[in-house]
């Protein structure tokens, strides 16, 4: 799933409408009619809307199972990845960020996270169980402002 910078995915845009959401994917499996709201989609979406309705933040969740059912951005797996290659490869492009507590926020209009639900050895079988490097476990798109309180 392709993300659009400050703007969402294809199928869910900043300012989209519940309704047309609902109407292109259907009913969330979880938080039908609340702030946020759980889409089976492939990978999974998690909307936020603001209080008429509308969407304000796109959240795509690593699907675990590579290629196109990562998010993905200018040619990068942004998913199911080593937070720290996501960001080096966006950075190489030219693309800024600021860290924030769980990853980098991008001026562009997105944030790559991690939770740490997800560990090292979840991609690399020969990491041992010490190993802190964060695997990006999610993507979340609005504008720049959105991420940085502004």
Same mark, same amino acid.
């Given at each position: ?9 294809? =199928? ?10 609902? *109407?292109?994917? &259907? =009913?969330? #499996? ?8 759980? +889409?089976?989609? @492939? ?12 969407? %304000?933040?796109? *959240?795509?969740? +690593? ?6 059912? *990562? ?8 998913? #199911? ?8 490869? =966006?950075?190489?492009?030219? +693309? ?6 769980? &990853? ?6 997105? @944030?790559?996270?991690?939770? #740490? @639900?997800?560990? /090292?050895?979840?991609?690399?079988? /020969? ?8 695997? /990006? *476990? ?11 309180? %502004?």
């Amino acid at each position: 799933m392709h993300i659009i910078p400050g703007r969402g995915v294809d =199928l869910v845009k900043i300012g989209d409408h519940r309704s047309q959401v609902e *109407e292109r994917i &259907g =009913l969330p #499996h979880h938080g039908p009619g609340g702030e946020r709201a759980v +889409y089976s989609t @492939s990978p999974m979406l998690v909307i936020t809307y603001a209080a008429d309705g509308t969407v %304000e933040l796109v *959240e795509i969740s +690593y699907s675990g199972e590579g290629g196109n059912t *990562e998010a993905q951005f200018d040619g990068i797996q942004l998913t #199911h990845r080593f937070l720290d290659d996501v960001v080096s490869d =966006l950075h190489a492009r030219g +693309y800024t960020s600021t860290p924030s507590d769980i &990853g980098h926020d991008f001026h562009a209009g997105f @944030s790559v996270w991690s939770m #740490h @639900s997800l560990w /090292a050895g979840d991609l690399d079988p /020969a990491a041992s169980e010490d190993d802190e490097r964060a695997v /990006a *476990e999610g993507v979340s798109v609005a504008p720049y402002a959105y991420f940085c309180g %502004e």
